[in-house]
């Protein structure tokens, strides 16, 4: 049986590879769907170890398996490979070299860890009582990449179906650097996307009456959006609408046509989110036809919300207490309004998704948030990272393969 002082020293070993793949990768991060650069470092990190290796056909993904010396179930971990659409101020000597795209949330560790955990994993292949499926993905930044990997079989990649599921995320502030969390239930906001546009008829701004001015219009719905929240929702439930973009006119004395605007809205119970699908199109339409003019409301439904299920995330506490000290694990007390395409995963399979502190400044809470062109992670934390996602796999097979061998209760 592997020990995890022996995991640990293995890990370990493994950091300055791990340094070297995750700074090749924040230097050329790719957007999207399609990231052939990134998708190669990580078959060549790959290579030469057992594994059987696919990659997808409508996405840059890459899937490998690697067979234990004992049959059992699969466990499936999951790392996220693409960048954002963010310019680098850093001037760090690994900074990125593609302008207008940046490794701002810490994808590049999440790859490189999982590299790693795929190579701690490897070297112990034969004491694995089952299968582990990796699962690199493109996409995350709002392309549902992970979607697009569970419509190619990522699930099913071992020849059957992954009996859970286990990633991990890490944050350039909040957390304490190398200390981890989670909580069972609602991890992560559902994420929506509202796009509305009020549709009048332009004139001159010296006569508005014989118009149909478009803006006063918008700016009421933008408002009144706020007031629903306010007052049609539960405190304790909330809904967070943030209105992106807003656009209208061309010049200060001319009625446009028209006026856009865009709005992220986040929930966080399935109820809460019909609701909001169903009162926020209602209330666009409404306000314009008070007014005399149109609206087009275009709802786009995004990711779900990240759901651990609560008897995946005990285990997942109980080995992260187990493997590192107490004191760097802590129940996350509310769900984080951000989002997450393995939120889909986690509808299809139970499972448990887990943040981990990476912040490089003294004070995590004065650092720079993921998705901020100052976001910085620590490379210090990946080898336990990767620690972690080895543990979690070895201990799920370990369960999941008792679990199978039980007999019935009849």
């Known amino acids: 049986m592997m020990s995890n002082d022996q995991l640990r020293d293995d890990a ?15 230097q050329q991060p790719e957007i999207g769907l399609d ?10 990190a790959l290579d030469g170890l057992p594994l059987e290796i696919t990659t997808g056909r409508s996405l840059s993904s890459v899937t490998a398996v690697l067979r234990g010396g004992r049959s059992g179930p699969a466990v499936l971990l999951r790392g996220d490979m693409d960048g954002l659409p963010v310019q680098e101020p850093s001037g760090l000597d690994f900074a990125s070299q593609i302008d207008g795209a940046m490794h701002a949330c810490g994808h590049d560790l999440h790859t490189a860890m999982l590299v790693g955990a795929a190579r701690l994993l490897s070297a112990h292949r034969d004491e694995l009582a089952g299968d582990v499926v990796f699962m690199f993905q493109p ?16 699930l099913e990649a071992a020849g059957q179906r992954v009996s859970s599921a286990y990633g991990l995320h890490v944050y350039s502030s909040q957390y304490p650097r190398g200390h981890f969390t989670t909580r069972p239930g609602t991890l992560m906001a559902a994420s929506d996307a509202l796009r509305v546009t009020v549709r009048g008829q332009g004139g001159h701004g010296s006569i ?34 943030t209105i992106g973009t807003l656009h209208a006119g061309t010049r200060f004395n001319i009625i446009p046509d028209e006026a856009q605007f865009e709005a992220a809205i986040r929930s966080f119970r399935r109820e809460s989110r019909d609701r909001i699908v169903e009162l926020a199109p209602q209330l666009c339409r409404g306000i314009a036809a008070a007014h005399g003019l149109g609206a087009e409301v275009d709802y786009q439904m ?8 609560a008897a ?19 129940l996350l007390p509310n769900p984080d309004p951000g989002a997450e395409d393995f939120s889909r995963v986690l509808e299809q399979v139970p499972g448990c998704y887990l943040f981990l502190g990476a912040h490089t400044g ?18 210090d934390v990946m080898p336990d990272g990767v620690l972690l996602l080895a543990q979690l796999a ?3 097979l370990q369960r999941d393969a008792t679990d199978e061998a039980r007999p019935p209760v009849i």
């Open 12 to 26: 370990w070993r493994l950091y300055d590879d791990l340094v070297d793949l995750r700074h090749r990768l924040h």
């Open 35 to 44: 990231l052939p650069k990134t998708q190669q470092l990580v078959l060549e």
């Open 139 to 154: 996409g995350e930044e709002g392309y549902n990449g992970a979607g697009h990997m569970l419509d190619e079989g990522v």
């Open 208 to 241: 508005p009456h014989v118009s149909k001015d478009p803006i006063p219009v918008a700016a009421e719905i933008v408002t009144a959006l706020q007031t629903m929240v306010a007052r049609r929702f539960d405190i304790f439930d909330p809904v967070v609408v």
């Open 302 to 309: 995004k990711n779900p919300m990240t759901v651990n299920n």
């Open 312 to 330: 995946h995330t005990e285990f997942a506490s109980a080995v992260v207490r187990d493997v590192f000290d107490e004191e760097r694990f802590a």
């Open 362 to 379: 003294e004070d995590p809470a004065a650092c720079a948030s993921n998705h901020s062109p100052r976001a910085a992670f620590a490379d």
């Open 394 to 396: 070895i201990r799920a």
